[in-house]
């Protein structure tokens, strides 16, 4: 079996994941450095001032890029291109539902776009940032370009779009919440847009569980995927991603999560045969957490799921 990788969420891919580009984009900055991401935010993430964003880079002469995107935001604002070869258009403030709408028109081989945002009070909130060609009342979640690319592949591996190296979630509540604003952070995508693509495209998944994810998080994942994926769909679970590499933070936590075992129960199958080498520990762990995240989605879905439906991956260097 064989699982195509996307490329994580950045502002510099040339996969164009979503149709939204505050999706990709980078922390908010300031006005006058979109990119440096030291915007003040407030505790729902928006920005509590004035700001800037650094929404891509890295696109010169790509198809689709130049055109007019659509901005979109509640609240009002000075807005202007920074460091973009880019037009502001049409910019209108509709007191009634308290948003401003504008356009933004990319000169054709521009590379990047970058906007500030000033007099904005308070700041602003439910920014989008719409492709050319979109219906930016109601736009999709995914490009028709994204879509059409992964189309023919048969099962999708989404250890880069979870960022599964050097992950730092450890409960359900610390995961990436579909409700936030962008997905370019060290946490990954949402579990519900790998569901949703999936649901979109009839697609297989190949999904990795962050290396310190406690047993709750599995079950509530598990859950997801049960109450939500197409029942076509299969759905192979590996544990973390190349958990034997020293490069990775997720072998040191692998081999420290070991160390405390054996250390809690002397006699823990991980020693099962006396050694007191944490290294022969920490590659016992792989094997051991994989058959427990495997028992736990057994447990949600059933006997006759597993090894059909639900397929455990267990990987090694060789």
């Known amino acids: 079996m ?53 929404l891509m880079t890295a696109q010169e002469n790509i198809s689709g890029i130049a055109g007019s995107y659509t901005v979109s935001f509640d609240g009002q604002a000075i807005v202007k291109p920074n460091a973009s070869n880019a037009q502001i258009k049409n910019q209108r403030y509709n007191s009634s539902s308290h948003r401003t709408t504008l356009e933004v028109v990319l000169a054709p081989g521009a590379g990047q776009l970058a906007l500030s945002f000033t007099q904005t009070g308070a700041g602003i909130k439910n920014l989008q940032v719409i492709r050319p060609s979109y219906d930016a009342s109601n736009p999709p979640l995914f490009t028709r370009t994204f879509i059409d690319h992964v189309q023919r592949f048969g099962t999708l591996r989404f250890m880069d779009w979870l ?19 962008r997905y370019n ?11 949703a693509l999936a649901n979109q495209t009839g ?17 509530q994942l598990a859950a997801l995927f049960k109450d939500t994926l197409n029942a076509s769909s299969r759905i192979y679970v590996e544990y973390s991603n190349e958990v034997w590499n020293g490069q990775f ?14 250390k809690a ?34 447990s949600v879905f059933g006997d006759a799921a597993m090894m059909s439906r639900v397929r455990p991956v267990f990987a090694t260097q060789v």
């Open 163 to 181: 960022r599964t190296n050097n992950n730092p979630v450890t409960s359900w509540a610390t995961r990436t919440d579909p409700q936030r604003m």
């Open 265 to 298: 129960d002397p006699n823990s199958p991980l020693a099962y045969d006396g050694s007191q080498d944490p290294n022969q520990w920490a590659y016992r762990r792989i094997a051991k957490r994989g058959k427990e995240i495997s028992d736990i989605f057994r």
């Open 203 to 219: 697609q297989h998944v190949w999904i990795n569980i962050p290396v310190a994810a406690t047993d709750d998080y599995v079950r």
């Open 2 to 54: 064989l699982g195509a990788n996307p490329p994580p969420i950045s502002d510099y891919s040339r996969t164009h994941v979503y149709v939204d580009l505050v999706k990709q984009a980078r922390p908010f900055g300031s006005a006058s450095a979109p990119w440096d991401g030291k915007a003040t935010l407030g505790a729902d993430g928006w920005p509590a001032g004035d700001f800037g964003v650094f």
């Open 249 to 262: 933070k997720q072998y040191g936590s692998n081999k420290a999560l070991a160390v405390e075992e054996v």
């Open 185 to 195: 952070s060290g946490r990954g995508v949402p579990w519900e847009h790998i569901i």
